[in-house]
């Protein structure tokens, strides 16, 4: 059983356009992450959370919004999609031990045109 | 402002060779460094891990060599197999709460039969 969800798995969009990406974890952790992958920039933090209610500004925050409704529920909202954010979205848990092992998803494939 | 740098962005080796990736870091205050594998077409996943008090880490086939005061460590795969051909993002913890972590941009390593 996957622990790590996202949906969806694959989207084109619009520029302009609102873009919300999910991801649903079955681990019980209190921390969740959102990252970007781009070829020659590895994986970047955009948002992350330490609980129900809480999002809080990774590295590359700007032009992305996160909520956190639930333990298990962590979305990242693009509210003007514009094609710089074409790149591929990962979304993983983790424990609050500061050596905890962060679990991630399949990754959702975002091109914006 | 890369704060890890993996020196290679691919590398192949033929099978039963040891491949060896590297990785350094400016920040002193990192004190945990993971090592995370990916395949094409899935999230990236734990592979190895060492805490700055120790100098190495072995797990079977895979070893983590840490020279903390030249800042930089190194992943040293054994007897290297086809099915090792993947993506490697060397890591590090900063932040003392949230356990984020922060990537290199990844070293492609193809393993040849």
């Known amino acids: 059983e996957a622990a790590v969800t996202q949906s969806p798995r694959n989207k084109v969009a619009v520029t302009g356009g609102k873009v919300t990406l999910s991801c649903n974890q079955t681990?019980?952790?209190?921390?969740m992450y959102w990252y970007r992958q781009d070829t020659g920039h590895g994986l970047r933090l955009i948002h992350y959370s330490y609980g129900a209610g809480s999002t809080e500004k990774g590295d590359i925050p700007d032009g992305y919004k996160a909520s956190r409704p639930s333990q298990e529920n962590f979305s990242l909202i693009l509210e003007l999609a514009t094609p710089s954010q074409t790149s591929v979205y990962f979304c993983?848990?983790?424990?609050?031990?500061?050596?905890?092992?962060?679990?991630f998803g399949p990754g959702t494939r975002l091109t914006v045109l | 402002q890369q704060q890890v740098r993996q020196s290679s962005q691919s590398l192949t080796v033929w099978e039963g060779e040891t491949a060896i990736l590297n990785c350094s870091y400016e920040n002193s205050a990192f004190d945990y460094f993971p090592w995370y594998q990916q395949f094409p077409g899935e999230g990236p996943a734990l592979l190895i891990a060492i805490r700055s008090v120790s100098d190495k880490k072995e797990d079977g086939r895979f070893t983590i060599f840490f020279n903390k005061r030249e800042k930089n460590l190194s992943l040293h795969i054994k007897d290297s197999q086809p099915g090792d051909s993947a993506t490697y993002f060397c890591a590090a913890n900063y932040g003392s709460s949230g356990n984020k972590l922060i990537f290199g941009i990844g070293t492609l390593l193809s393993v040849k039969p």
């Open positions: 681990n019980n952790h209190n921390n």
């Open positions: 993983a848990s983790g424990g609050d031990n500061n050596y905890a092992e962060q679990f």
